[in-house]
C-alpha cells in the first residue's frame, strides 16, 4: 500500500523550477530516503506534500487522501521535522510541545517523558537560550511524541552530535519495527545507507532514478589519496579498479570502484609512504551517478 503518492507534481517560483513531474510511491512500512543535493527540490516537494504550497500542476496523496482537500486529517496521523527548526522564543521547551500536543487527539505524554530523556533535552529552559542542537532535539521530540503513521523529516540530523545522531538512528529503526513509514530527506549519504529501504534520487528538481540502497551502495565511488617515496609515472600505476585522478610528484589521487583487497594487494607492491581513504563523499557519487546519465 502506497502511503505517500505523486503524479506529475510541478512546482514553479515564476521561471525557477523546483520540482517537476515527480512520480513517486512510497510504501507502509518502509524508511525512503529522498537524496539530492541543497537546492534540488526536496524541501519543495515535502512542503507540497504538507499542502503548505500548492503545486502548479499535478497531484499527490498521504494515506490515500489529497493533500490540500484533506490537509487537517492527514496532519493528525502524520509527525514533521522541517528544515529549518523556528520557536516560539517566549516559550520554554515543555511550554511549546504542550501546544504542539494540543493539537493532536490522544496526545501522550509518556512517550513525550522518553523522547526527552532519551535525546537528554531539558524542557524547563526558555528556547531562545536553546542551541541549533537542542532544538532540533525539540522538533524531533514534538515530531514523534504523538505516535504518529507517518513522519516526514527533512533533514533532521542537522546540529545533533554524533552520539545524538546514533540516538535518533535507533529511534528511525524501531518506529520502522513499528510499521511506521517515514520519508527522509538528506544530503548525507552514510545517513541515508544506515537507514533507508530505498532512495530516490532528486537533481535539479528532477527524480533521476529509485534506487534499493544496496544498489546505491554499489555505485559508492571513493578517492584514495597516496603519497610515495619518489615522484611516479603514469605507466607505474596501471592498478585494476581505479581510474588516476591526478599525479603531482609523490602525490597521487585516485578514484577507487574496484575490490578494495585486491587493491590493497597491488599497492603494496608500491613505494608508499603514506595513504588516505577517507568515506565516499556524496558529491562524488552523484557526480560518478550523473556522468552515467548524460547521452
Known sequence: MAIIKTSGLTKYYGKICGIKSLDLEVDKGEIFGFLGPNGAGKTTTI????DLIRPTRGQAEVFGLDTHRNSLEIRQCLGYVPGDVVLYDGMTGGEFLALMGSFHQGHDGRRLKELQERLELDLSRQTRAYSKGMKQKLAIIQAFMNDPKLL??????????PLMQRQFYDLLLEEKSRGKTIFLSSHILPEVER???????????????????ADLKRKKIRRMHLIFSREM???????????????KGKQVELKVHGEIPSLLKQLCQLPIEDMSFPEAS????????????QP
Do not use: N, W
Open 47 to 50: 512542503r507540497l506534500l504538507l
Open 282 to 293: 556524496l558529491e562524488d557519487t552523484f557526480m560518478e551517478f550523473y556522468e552515467e546519465e
Open 152 to 161: 516526514i523529516l527533512d533533514e533532521p540530523t542537522l546540529g545533533l552530535d
Open 233 to 247: 609515472a603514469q605507466d607505474e600505476l596501471k592498478l585494476k579498479g581505479v581510474d588516476i585522478i591526478s599525479i
Open 195 to 213: 537507514v533507508c529501504d530505498r532512495v530516490g534520487i532528486v537533481r535539479g528538481g528532477h527524480l533521476v532514478d529509485i534506487e534499493l540502497v
